[in-house]
């Protein structure tokens, strides 16, 4: 296997089974949610650890505004702390934290906090967090389509001037590489409007861990996994 068919620079995870976990332990789902954040930062450490450059994290999507209003309200009371607090402890490490997704749909106070948070770790290199909160690939996807068709009308490209290269630079991902690696947790086997252009040949591991319980340990084991795995992007396995 090449080098390049077994690089593993970029890791997407769906945390998936905060409810469940909570549900399990007779707790209300906030309590879930909680103790989700606090794995949210043992991985970052583990991934950071590991050498993994970018790693990127379905926190909310479009779908989850949904939910009841309680639960929508706990889970915006929890990113505002974890905003002021957990990511600034990512912060300090050198971590690099941006944000994707429909941020027009989150309350202005979240909205300054998170490009506040874009604007002071700009120039941090040890690893790029990338956190996907009112999140819809479909809809990135309609919004690419909706600024290539503005820049035709205006005359700035031609029709023919469309590519994939192009359409990728028009995706809310523009200048992070496609994802290595998609871990889902909880058990379920669907990828839930996550990052589909992006995971064309993405290599996909499902785990029956609950978000909460997932760690360091098995995170490395996917890695193992991967690592042994052959990617040939449409190609013919060598004899």
Request: hydrophobic share 35%; glycine share 6%; with cysteine.
């Amino acid at each position: 296997m090449s080098s390049e068919e077994n690089k593993l620079e970029h890791i997407a995870i769906i945390m998936d089974g905060n409810g469940r976990w909570a549900k399990k332990r007779g707790l209300p789902r906030t309590m879930g949610h909680r103790k989700g954040a606090e794995t949210v930062k043992e991985i970052c450490k583990a991934a950071e650890k590991a050498g993994i450059k970018y790693l990127t994290l379905y926190a909310f999507s479009t779908e989850n505004w949904k939910r009841s209003e309680e639960e929508v309200s706990a889970l915006m009371d929890l990113l505002r702390q974890y905003l002021k607090s957990d990511l600034k402890e990512i912060q300090e490490r050198g971590v690099c934290i941006r944000f994707i997704g429909e941020r027009q749909m989150l309350a202005p106070d979240i909205i300054e906090n998170m490009a506040k948070l874009e604007e002071e770790t700009a120039k941090n290199d040890k690893m790029t967090l990338c956190v996907a909160l009112s999140y819809g690939s479909r809809q990135e996807i309609v919004h690419a389509a909706q600024r290539l068709s503005e820049m035709v009308r205006r005359g700035d490209i031609a029709v023919d001037d469309i590519d994939e290269k192009l359409f990728s630079n028009m995706l809310y991902t523009q200048g992070i590489p496609d994802p290595d690696i998609l871990i889902r947790t909880s058990g379920e086997q669907r990828i839930s409007n996550y990052l589909l252009w992006q995971m064309a040949y993405t290599e996909f591991f499902f785990t029956d861990a609950l978000w909460p319980d997932f760690n360091e340990k098995m995170l490395l084991e996917i890695i193992d996994s991967y690592k042994s795995r052959e990617r040939r992007y449409g190609k013919i396995k060598a004899e």
